[in-house]
């Protein structure tokens, strides 16, 4: 059987040659190939800016006439996001604008030692070419104190996660949480979010990969309410990089080219692994991204059953996940003892671990070691679990109640 899928390789699929004509508007010549089609330059700009504005005027979840923050990275494709935006705001005056007023927030990563102050004015340069309003949120506000205590707070925290992965991760789920908390305050009841289709294939296959398949249907949708008072729409869910990089390209769209830990290190992590295998993947099979995607949307999970919120990245956590792992993985060694006293500390201080893993999802687990007793934790945090505790009390009540009837 090996020797035969050895043999017989899937085919490479090859670019066809050259045509003359545009295949949408069948008159200029060619300049771009992509989707497996020929287009010009002005039929290529029309493709991209028509499913960027079909995703963003959908009204299932996200009404006119209401303010957005738009989340804005200084990369490629939230440049695009935010050329576009900006395009279409300002579009036929006579038309009703889509939304009431967008804000742009950027979150300054500096503190990882990656994002220079030569990137942040590039990206305050580029907001202000825009006409819109820029807001800086600096990684280390997830805690309060002076600037010096969050930063000792930030690093320490940091300092107790040692996989590559779950830092990733832990930054992550920081933005997001910094990023809603700033909608919130401006009374914004939609973010923007710049992830293209290839980085929403890379995310679906690592998130996967690390166990939170459960929570995918809200990482990757086009626009999710899950966050109750803000709606996260993703109007760059229908474009690839590579479009991004051309339509940069043919419009001077700029952008700051931001380092981070993963930059020319193809095995530093399980997402930047994912993302040599699908882009290498999308050279010989241009349909990679759009399968991934396709599938992935055809795909539901129960998160909605879920009562409880995972209080490191605020997605839903499935009963008992946190046990999972003692079926296949081995934390720590028993203890060869004869005494029963040990036996009974031991057991008590695992319930009080298990009562705080139940907290955690399943994917966020290798996260748990920052959530110690007597050590500062971010806001995000210990909001999430006053507001987790504060649930399991009024469900306490609530079935107290049914059995005394």
Same mark, same amino acid.
């Given at each position: 059987m090996c020797d035969s899928v050895d043999n017989n390789p899937l085919p490479v699929e090859t670019?066809?040659?050259?045509?003359?004509?545009? *295949?949408?508007?069948?008159?200029?010549?060619?300049?771009?190939?992509?989707?497996?089609?020929?287009?010009?330059?002005?039929?290529?700009?029309?493709? $991209?800016?028509?499913?960027?504005?079909? $995703?963003?005027?959908? /009204?299932?979840?996200?009404?006119?006439?209401? %303010?957005?923050?738009?989340?804005?990275?200084?990369?490629?494709?939230?440049?695009?996001?935010?050329?576009?935006? /900006?395009?279409?705001? +300002?579009?036929?005056?006579?038309?009703?604008?889509?939304?009431? +007023?967008? #804000?742009?927030?950027?979150?300054? =990563? %500096?503190?990882?030692?990656?994002?220079?102050?030569?990137?942040?004015?590039?990206?305050?340069?580029?907001? %202000?070419?825009?006409?819109?309003?820029?807001?800086?949120?600096?990684?280390?506000?997830?805690?309060?104190?002076? =600037?010096?205590?969050? +930063?000792?707070?930030f690093n320490g925290m940091m300092e107790l996660v040692s996989d590559n992965s779950a830092r990733e991760d832990l930054v992550f789920n920081i933005k997001i949480d910094l990023l809603l908390r700033e909608a919130r305050r401006t009374i914004c009841k939609g973010l923007l979010m710049g992830c293209n289709a290839t980085r929403l294939a890379i995310r679906i296959i690592s998130q996967t990969s690390k166990g939170r398949g459960f929570a995918l249907p809200i990482d990757i949708a086009t626009e999710t309410d899950y966050y109750k008072d803000v709606v996260v729409l993703r109007p760059m869910k229908e474009i690839l990089s590579k479009?991004? *990089?051309?339509?940069?390209?043919?419009?001077?769209? /700029?952008?700051?080219?931001? /380092?981070?830990?993963?930059? *020319?290190? +193809?095995?530093? %992590?399980?997402?930047?692994?994912?993302?040599?295998?699908?882009?290498?993947?999308?050279?010989?099979?241009? #349909?990679?991204?759009?399968?991934?995607?396709?599938?992935?949307?055809k795909v539901t999970t129960d998160y909605k059953s879920s009562t409880i919120s995972c209080i490191l990245c605020s997605g839903p956590v499935q009963l008992d996940s946190h046990k999972w792992g003692d079926f296949h993985t081995i934390s720590s060694l028993p203890q060869v003892t004869g005494s029963e006293t040990i036996k009974s500390e031991t057991a008590e201080n695992n319930s009080g671990a298990d009562d705080m893993r139940s907290l955690i999802c399943y994917s966020c687990q290798r996260l748990k070691g920052i959530v110690k007793t007597g050590m500062d934790l971010p806001v995000f945090v210990r909001d999430q679990m006053k507001s987790v505790s504060k649930g399991l009390e009024r469900d306490e009540r609530m079935e107290k109640v049914a059995g005394s009837d």
């Open positions: 670019k066809p040659a050259p045509q003359k004509i545009c *295949g949408k508007c069948r008159t200029a010549v060619p300049s771009v190939y992509v989707r497996r089609s020929f287009y010009c330059r002005p039929c290529f700009n029309d493709s $991209v800016i028509h499913r960027f504005r079909t $995703v963003l005027q959908r /009204k299932d979840l996200l009404p006119d006439d209401l %303010s957005v923050l738009l989340a804005y990275s200084g990369g490629p494709s939230s440049s695009t996001m935010l050329h576009l935006i /900006k395009d279409f705001h +300002s579009q036929n005056g006579r038309k009703k604008q889509k939304f009431k +007023s967008i #804000s742009v927030c950027h979150i300054d =990563e %500096s503190i990882l030692g990656y994002q220079t102050p030569e990137d942040i004015q590039k990206i305050t340069a580029a907001v %202000s070419d825009s006409g819109l309003n820029l807001t800086c949120i600096k990684l280390e506000d997830c805690f309060t104190g002076t =600037e010096t205590e969050k +930063s000792q707070k479009e991004v *990089g051309l339509y940069n390209h043919y419009n001077n769209v /700029k952008f700051a080219a931001i /380092k981070n830990a993963a930059t *020319g290190k +193809s095995k530093h %992590s399980i997402d930047r692994l994912t993302e040599d295998f699908i882009t290498s993947l999308q050279i010989d099979f241009p #349909s990679t991204v759009n399968t991934v995607c396709k599938t992935m949307q």
